[in-house]
């Protein structure tokens, strides 16, 4: 079969298509993964934050509560408070030590009592809190400092840094986890840094406490997104290979379809494939030549020559008709024109249309060029449309019918008794020829009924003043038969096969 011939496209653009239509859902499956690993962590990171947050708070409840405790004492002799500083600190599970301030004094300490130290307001962040790295007792030990002021007295409670670095390694096991307070900040490694914080590349989240000076933030190292993914979507990896290998398959094999029938008929059509062969129509009295119909054949490199039954359906289908018959009647001009100021009277030529060439008025155009090229009234072009195929009436084949008969195109209704045209529709397309259906012809001498449909439509043509064409004439009998009923046209094997050019304007020459 001509249509199932490989395709042209060549083999490495084959290649390059298949390889895309696996790779792109395997590309996109992966982005879809990454949006879904950025999100997930994303979410993580927000509840590492927020859980570290509300655990700072508490412990942060517990040492605001042992100053609040205090304060009342601030401004009263050391000696007579130091054990009351000194129960809180054992009291609370938090609280490292605690101090009295009177006039920015820090005058009474639970780890030293009496004790002389200024506080400086500024160094706490809201004037609350200030994360320090460590005091003269634990240097290079973080501690954050909660200060309570009222008048000129005021507490200070410290909250040891173990804790702190503790609740940040504990919690954020998998994330990188930060404590900031005002410009200072605490990571999991248990240092004071001054500064801008570290980055957080991957999901950042930053939560402030609503009710202390400080803010946590959260986060992961870069490629922590490829990491997650590695490590949580092994499955899903092998299922997005797996579609991706079905969709290279699948692009694959589509290539393969996408260059079959109407591929491979344009590529025919352009390689001028597509050419016309020639049947002889005799006059029914004389037999004399009268004309010819043009029928297409596809000169095939590998298939040898095809016949139109194999391929115009396609043709038909993919819309490629409409240049195929283009390329026909261009050739026929360019083959008969030069012979046609020796036809005597005007040569009829059939060509075959379809319910595709009614659609636009191209076909217009085409006639007037194909009969451009004939000598003045030499020919007579005739457009066989099959009666099997009804074309609808519509204002553009009104039209196109109408341009055709102002151009002398005359046009036959083809395998006729095959269908169910009307006499309306025979009078809106001012059919000029009826080609009975060689199915008729056969039946000849055989069938009385098919006679019956014959005589009929024999009768049916000259009541109209239809010109008539039998087809399919293969034996004496038939012919004599029609040319008894005045059957004005004869085509068939009985007078000549459809035959190449070359031979036709032979036979032409020599009439
Ligand atoms: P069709 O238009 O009815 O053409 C007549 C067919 O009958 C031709 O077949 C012809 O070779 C064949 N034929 C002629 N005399 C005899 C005979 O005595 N006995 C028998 N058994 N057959 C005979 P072909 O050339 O194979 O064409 C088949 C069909 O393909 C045509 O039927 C027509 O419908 C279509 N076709 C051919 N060329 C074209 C074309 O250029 N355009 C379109 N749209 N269709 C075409
Ligand atoms: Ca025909
Ligand atoms: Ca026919």
């Excluded at 160094?123 to 400092?145: C, E, F, R, S």
């Excluded at 173990?162 to 986890?177: A, K, M, P, V, W």
């Excluded at 085409?366 to 009234?377: I, K, T, Y």
Aim: with cysteine; proline share 5%.
């Amino acid at each position: 079969m001509p249509l199932t011939v490989r395709p042209r496209r060549k083999r490495s653009t084959r290649i390059i298509v298949t390889l895309l239509s696996g790779l792109v859902p395997l590309v996109l499956g992966c982005v879809i993964l990454n949006s879904q690993a950025q999100r997930t962590l994303k979410q993580s990171s927000q509840e590492t934050a927020d859980q570290a947050l509300r655990q700072f708070e508490l412990m942060l409840d517990n040492t605001a509560q042992a100053a609040h405790e205090l304060l009342p004492l601030a401004g009263q002799a050391c000696e007579s408070v130091k054990l009351a500083l000194r129960e809180q600190v054992t009291r609370r599970p938090f609280v490292r030590s605690t101090n009295l301030v009177w006039d920015d004094n820090l005058y009474c300490s639970s780890l030293f009592g009496d004790y002389q130290e200024v506080v400086n307001a500024g160094d706490y962040n809201q004037g609350k809190l200030w994360l320090m790295n460590g005091n003269p007792v634990t240097p290079d030990t973080a501690l954050l400092v909660y200060r309570l002021s009222e008048g000129r007295g005021g507490a200070l409670t410290t909250l040891d840094g173990y804790h702190l670095s503790n609740i940040l390694r504990l919690i954020g096991r998998q994330t990188l986890l930060v404590l900031q307070v005002g410009d200072n900040w605490l990571a999991a490694e248990g240092k004071v840094h001054t500064g801008a914080l570290p980055a957080l590349p991957v999901a950042p989240t930053t939560l402030v406490s609503s009710r202390y000076g400080f803010s946590v933030s959260a986060g992961f190292a870069q490629g922590e997104t490829w990491r997650y993914m590695a490590a949580e979507y092994p499955p899903l990896f092998s299922l997005l290979i797996f579609f991706g290998a079905v969709s290279g398959a699948i692009g694959h094999v589509l290539q393969k379809r996408s260059t079959s029938p109407s591929h491979e008929m344009l590529r025919a059509l352009e390689a001028g494939e597509f050419v016309p062969y020639f049947q002889p129509v005799v006059h029914g009295d004389s037999k004399a030549w009268s004309g010819a119909e043009v029928l297409m054949r596809w000169a095939h490199p590998k298939e040898g020559l095809v016949r139109p039954d194999l391929f115009i359906p396609f043709a038909e289908h993919s819309g490629l008709i409409v240049p195929m018959t283009r390329a026909l009647m261009q050739q026929t001009a360019a083959l008969l024109g030069p012979l046609s100021s020796t036809f005597a009277a005007p040569f009829h030529i059939g060509i075959n249309i379809t319910a595709s060439h009614c659609r636009d008025l191209e076909l217009v155009e085409d006639c007037r060029l194909f009969l451009a090229a004939f000598a003045p009234d030499s020919v007579s072009l005739v457009l066989e449309l099959t009666e099997r195929e009804l074309i609808e009436p519509t204002e553009i084949s009104r039209q196109l019918f109408e341009h055709l008969h102002s151009l002398g195109v005359k046009i036959a209704i083809d395998d006729f008794g095959t269908g169910h045209s009307s006499l309306a529709y025979l009078r809106k397309f001012n059919v000029d020829f009826l080609k009975i259906d060689q199915s008729f012809v056969a039946m000849i001498g055989i069938d009385a009924l098919s006679r019956h449909i014959l005589d009929t439509i024999i009768e049916l043509s000259a009541k109209l003043d239809l010109g008539i064409v039998a087809e399919g004439v293969e034996t004496q009998a038939q012919a004599d038969y029609l040319t008894a009923h005045n059957v004005d046209f004869l085509q068939g094997y009985l007078f000549a096969k459809p035959m190449p050019a070359a031979d036709f304007i032979e036979a032409l020459i020599h009439r």
